[in-house]
Every structure is written in C-alpha cells, then in structure tokens.
C-alpha cells in the first residue's frame, strides 16, 4: 500500500484545544475570515470544511452546544434547516454541482469527528466527480484551491 503525505494536516491534529472548536468560531466573530465562516444567522452559521470530501464542502452549526438533536430549540432547527435548503441551492447554482449529500453524523460511533457538537454535512457532487483512487488508495483528490471556494460561498449566501 502507498501513503500519501498531507502535511497540511499537521495543524489540525496538533491543536490542543479546552474548549469546542465550534464554539470557539461561534464566539469569534473577528475571525470569520480566517476561520472560514460564509454566513451567520441568529441560531446557526455556516463554515468551510478545512479538510473536505470535494470542493466546497461545508457545514451548518448551531449555535447551542449540544451532542445531540433533541436538545435543539425548534427554532435553532427550523433555521438550520432552512439554511441547509438554502446551501444546496447555493452549492447547485455557484459551484454548479450536480448533486449535494446532506447529512449528520450523531455520535462518535456514527462516525463524527466532533461528537461534542452537532453540525450538518453539505457536500457538493459532480457527475464521474469520483475515480477508484478512493476506493483502493484511500485517497481524495481536491482539485481546487480552497481561497476562492470559500470567498465564492460566502458571497452567495449574503445575497
């Protein structure tokens, strides 16, 4: 088998953090830019995912800090909801994906990897976006620098 080096990684597996990374992005407004935020709304916002499945891949989070769905109020989930609607439109029409997997992973066992805070998974698709590298290597390929996503979607959502 060949491993691929992903230096770029290296900053994500080294931060010692007390406190959730959601969290921290939530009570940092000044740092939206850097921490890649595209929108805020009054229960949720949007971030880029730094390490995406495809190219604009982003995620929708609430404010709350909960493990779970059930503790959201039901107007944090309307609104979440709402702007996951409004993402998929956003992925389809600006980035011209094809198709968008929406999803939540509720769990460390479900196969989140930040168990602690419940957030929303938008992945924008392509057809043939996919070959067999992935699945006999292991690998992604990300074919488009992350600056420009992000600048692209956060413009979108403040149309």
């Not at 909960?66 to 039901?74: K, P, R, T, V």
């Not at 990897?113 to 390929?141: M, Q």
């Amino acid at each position: 088998m060949k491993h691929l080096c992903a230096p770029w990684r290296a900053e994500y597996f080294s931060q010692k953090r007390s406190e959730c990374v959601f969290c921290d992005i939530a009570k940092n407004p000044k740092n939206d830019d850097e921490n890649g935020v595209i929108f805020r709304a009054k229960f949720c916002y949007g971030v880029i995912n730094r390490f995406p499945y495809s190219p604009g891949h982003f995620m929708v989070i609430p404010y709350e800090h909960f493990d779970n769905i059930e503790q959201l109020s039901d107007e944090a989930w309307s609104e979440i909801s709402r702007y996951v609607k409004k993402g998929v439109g956003i992925l389809k029409t600006s980035l011209n994906a094809s198709g968008v997997n929406i999803g939540m992973n509720l769990g460390a066992a479900a196969g989140a990897g930040i168990a602690e805070h419940v957030h929303y998974h938008l992945v924008p698709r392509w057809e043939r976006d996919t070959n067999f590298i992935t699945t006999i290597a292991d690998v992604r390929v990300n074919g488009v620098p992350f600056h420009p996503l992000f600048i692209k979607l956060k413009e979108a959502f403040s149309e």
